[in-house]
Every structure is written in structure tokens, then in C-alpha cells.
């Protein structure tokens, strides 16, 4: 499975925060083989392919380990420490991303995927 593939879906598979939590709009650019990023605004999450030019944060990380934190299957913090996941900018708003997703939403977007 292409990471790039699985980033254009995470949409799907993201629980929308409260009207009180949904914030102001941000941009989330990954750095992986094929660059995606997401932009949050009012509790939506879109998926772009590309550079962003604004990102709020960018996340430098391998497709694979990309693809195995989006799982639940690698630690951010390990992958962190180890320096398999690189983030520049603000990591809290990277965290709360990560804490939207809807492992079981995404696991059925994985197995749709398959190993492309």
C-alpha cells in the first residue's frame, strides 16, 4: 500500500472534533515519497496531493512507518526518539490529527486498499 494513497483517504476514516475544538484552519504537509497534505478547517479534513505552501506543520516520515502509525503500529513517540518521524513545526496540532483518526475506519480503508 502507497502511503500516498492511504493519506488521500485518512478524510474518511477522521472522527470531527466538537464545534468548540475544530480551531482555525490548518495545514498538515507530509513529507513521504509522493507528498500529501491535509487541510483542517471547521472540523473538515480535506486531502490534497502535493506541497503545500502554508503548512502548519510538516511530518518527514517513510512511507512504511507513515502507513504502521497511521495503523496504531508504531509509537509516535518511539518513532520520535528513534528518528524514524521528523516533525517541523507544531507537533501538538500532529498529535491531535493522529488522535482523530478512527483506527477502525482506517483499518477498513487499509484492508479496501489492500497491498497496492
Do not use: C, N, W
Not at 17 to 35: D, F, I, L, M, N
Not at 38 to 61: P, Q, R
Not at 76 to 98: E, M, N, S, W, Y
Amino acid at each position: 500500500m502507497r502511503a500516498k494513497d492511504l493519506l488521500m483517504r485518512v478524510p474518511e476514516a477522521v472522527r470531527a472534533p466538537s464545534p468548540a475544538r475544530a480551531g482555525k484552519r490548518t495545514v498538515v504537509q507530509y513529507a513521504v515519497s509522493e507528498p500529501v497534505y491535509h487541510v483542517l478547517d471547521g472540523g473538515a479534513v480535506v486531502a490534497h496531493e502535493g506541497t503545500a505552501t502554508d503548512a502548519d506543520v510538516t511530518i518527514k516520515v517513510s512511507d512504511d512507518d507513515l502507513v504502521r502509525l497511521l495503523a496504531g503500529q508504531l509509537s509516535p513517540t518511539t518513532a520520535l526518539f528513534t528518528g524514524r518521524l521528523k516533525v517541523r513545526g507544531d507537533l501538538g496540532l500532529a498529535q491531535r490529527l493522529i488522535g482523530m483518526v478512527d483506527r477502525e475506519k482506517l483499518a477498513a480503508v487499509q484492508a479496501e486498499l489492500g497491498d497496492t
